[in-house]
């Protein structure tokens, strides 16, 4: 079961981690899986839409069907 309060002290002591350390050692921090999924996720979609523009993946029938 989650447990908030546990999450809330976990959360300010890494703040309290993150605040003492200097500037040199933020950038040493490496980024965690989240940003890179989230990035990746604007690289997908761009691929996405440069490919629909480009008719690589066309989400529209090549003729209409007439219902005549």
Do not use: N, Y
Not at 51 to 61: E, I, K, P, T
Request: net charge negative.
């Amino acid at each position: 079961m989650f447990d908030l309060d546990a999450e809330v002290l976990r959360w300010r002591e890494r703040q309290e981690r993150t605040s003492s350390l200097s500037a040199a050692e933020l950038d040493e921090q490496h980024l965690g899986i989240g940003f890179w999924a989230w990035s990746l996720s604007f690289v997908c979609a761009a691929a996405a839409l440069w490919l629909r523009d480009h008719d690589g993946a066309s989400v529209r029938a090549k003729q209409s069907v007439s219902h005549e």
